[in-house]
C-alpha cells in the first residue's frame, strides 16, 4: 500500500486552494530546472550516484565495525541529526533498560564538561571512531578530532588507525589529508551532497548500519521516491513532493511564518530536528522562509500545542501519522467505572484517538494542515519520507528565487569564531569583532 498526503484540511482559511494556482503553473519552469540539474549532476540526494560503489565499500566495513560494543561519531549539523534520528526510530534500546548493545555516542556540541564525561567512560579498546565533515574542517568536528585521536593514541598506541574512520569529501579538506596520511578508512561525502541533504549517504548510514538498522531499506525507500523525477522530470507537476512546495510557498505568501512538523510516530520524534535543520537551513534567506517547529505527539499536546491552537495565526503544520503503529497490550476488564470506556482497548488505541483529535483543533482554531500518512513506520516508509521533504525543500526554495543548497549565514558564524580563536586570514572579521565587542555592556543583575 502507498504512503499517502491527504489534502482535505491543507488549503483552509486564508489559504485557498487558489493561493497555489500561480505557483502550480510553474511547473514547465521547475521541470526545466530539475532536468538540467540532474544532469549536471547538482541533485546526488535524487540520483543517489554514490549507492552502488558505497555498497561495495561497506561490505567488507560493516563486519569491521560491529566487532566494537561503541561507535563514537564526531559530527554536527547534519552529520549528526539524521543518524541520531535513525538510532531513535530504529534502535532505540540504548534509550531503554538493560540494553547489551550496540551503543552509538554522537558529540554533536561543544560541551567541555560532556565530551570529556564521554571520553572518560568509553572504553577505547571497544570503541570505533567516526569523524565526518564534508569540507574537511568543521572546527567543532575537528577540534574533537584531535582530542580522540590523542585519546587513542594513549590508549591503542599504533593501531589507533584502525578504530578510525573519516567521512569527508574524495580528494579535499584536512580530514582527506589525515586519511592520506595515517591510512584512515575514508567514506566519500559526494560532490554537490550538503551535510543536511546526506543522511541517505555513508553520513547517516555507516552509523544506521553499525545498529543493525536495514540500510538498505532507507535507500530503497528514498528511491520509491525519486524514481519519478529521474524518470520523468518534465512531469513534476504530478509529484507529491512539487505539490507540497506549492502548499509551503502559499503559505508563507499569505503570511504563515512558522511551519509545524507534528509527529503522532513517536520513534520518529526526532525527524522533526532534522527536518527543522533541512527547512530552516535549505530556506532561511533573503528575509525569506518560515520557521519549522518540531513537536512530537502526544507529548507536545500537554505543552506548546497551547500556543498552535490559541496563539497567532501564522502557522501551518504538516501532521504525521502511521497506519502500523504497535498496538500494545490491552486494558483489563477491570478498570474502574470511571474509566470503563477503556476496558479491552489497546494501549495504542489512545495514540490514534489523541493525534485525531489534535489534527482537528488545529484545523477548528485555523491551521492549514497537510496530513501524511504513512503505510507502516519501518525504514524503508523512512527513506520515503526523508526524499519528499528534502525534495519539497528543494523545490520550494526554486519558487521562493533562492539557493536552497547552501547556507551563507552560517558561513558568516563561523568566520568570526575563527577570527576570535586567531586563526589566520579573518581580517575583516577581526574588525568586526573589534567594533562589536568595544560596544558598553549594559547589565542587570538578578
Not at 561495495?56 to 559530527?75: D, F, N, Q, T
Not at 541529526?81 to 534500546?93: D, E, I, N, S, T
Not at 582530542?147 to 579535499?172: N, P
Not at 502526544?298 to 504525521?320: A, E, W, Y
Request: aromatic share 10%.
Amino acid at each position: 500500500m502507498p504512503h499517502l498526503l491527504e489534502w482535505s484540511r491543507a488549503y483552509a482559511h486564508r489559504l485557498d486552494a487558489d493561493s497555489a494556482a500561480a505557483l502550480k503553473a510553474r511547473a514547465p519552469e521547475v521541470a526545466q530546472r530539475l532536468q538540467c540539474e540532474l544532469a549536471s549532476g547538482e541533485l546526488p540526494f535524487i540520483s543517489m550516484p554514490f549507492r552502488a560503489k558505497l555498497e561495495v565499500e561497506m561490505a567488507p566495513l560493516i563486519p569491521r565495525i560491529k566487532a566494537y560494543k561503541h561507535m563514537l561519531v564526531l559530527g554536527i549539523g547534519g552529520s549528526a541529526l539524521g543518524a541520531r534520528a535513525m538510532q531513535q526510530a530504529f534502535a532505540p534500546g540504548q534509550d531503554g533498560p538493560a540494553h547489551r548493545g550496540p551503543w552509538l555516542w554522537i558529540a554533536d556540541n561543544v560541551c567541555a564538561e560532556r565530551f570529556e564525561a564521554l571520553l572518560g567512560k568509553l572504553n577505547p579498546t571497544e570503541t570505533v571512531v567516526v569523524c565526518i565533515s564534508k569540507s574537511g574542517g568543521t572546527i567543532e568536528t575537528i577540534s574533537q578530532y584531535f582530542l580522540v585521536r590523542d585519546w587513542l593514541k594513549a590508549s591503542v598506541g599504533e593501531g589507533w588507525q584502525d578504530q578510525m574512520i573519516v567521512v569527508t569529501d574524495e580528494r579535499k579538506g584536512y580530514l582527506r589529508e589525515e586519511a592520506n596520511r595515517y591510512g584512515l578508512t575514508a567514506l566519500e561525502v559526494p560532490d554537490y551532497l550538503g551535510g543536511r541533504y546526506s543522511a541517505l549517504s555513508a553520513v547517516g548510514l555507516l552509523p544506521a548500519a553499525f545498529l543493525g538498522i536495514d540500510w538498505q531499506a532507507l535507500l530503497d525507500g528514498a528511491a520509491d521516491v525519486a524514481r519519478p523525477l529521474l524518470q520523468n522530470p518534465d512531469q513534476v507537476a504530478e509529484h507529491p513532493s512539487f505539490a507540497l512546495a506549492c502548499w509551503a510557498k502559499a503559505l508563507e505568501d499569505k503570511g504563515y511564518s512558522q511551519l509545524i512538523f507534528f509527529s503522532y510516530i513517536p520513534q520518529w520524534a526526532a525527524y522533526g530536528d532534522w527536518f527543522a535543520q533541512l527547512w530552516a537551513e535549505s530556506l532561511g534567506k533573503d528575509g525569506q522562509g518560515s520557521q519549522p517547529v518540531p513537536a512530537t505527539g502526544v507529548t507536545d499536546q500537554h505543552s506548546i500545542n497551547q500556543m498552535f491552537l490559541s496563539g497567532p495565526r501564522n502557522k501551518g503544520c504538516i501532521f504525521l501519522t502511521s497506519r502500523d503503529q504497535a498496538q500494545g497490550p490491552n486494558f483489563g476488564m477491570d478498570v474502574p467505572d470511571q474509566w470503563a470506556w477503556l476496558r479491552a482497548k489497546p494501549f495504542g488505541s489512545l495514540l490514534e484517538a489523541e493525534a485525531l483529535g489534535t489534527r482537528m483543533a488545529l484545523c477548528q482554531s485555523g491551521v492549514p494542515l497537510l496530513h501524511v500518512e504513512m503505510h507502516n513506520n519501518g525504514p524503508r516508509a523512512a527513506g520515503s519520507l526523508m526524499l519528499l521533504l528534502e525534495a519539497a525543500t528543494l523545490f520550494t526554495g526554486w519558487l521562493m528565487g533562492i539557493n536552497p543548497l547552501d547556507q551563507p549565514a552560517v558561513e558568516l558564524g563561523k568566520r568570526l569564531a575563527n577570527a576570535r580563536l586567531g586563526a589566520g586570514g579573518y581580517a575583516q572579521e577581526e574588525a568586526d569583532l573589534a567594533e562589536y565587542l568595544a560596544v558598553p555592556r549594559m547589565e542587570q543583575k538578578f
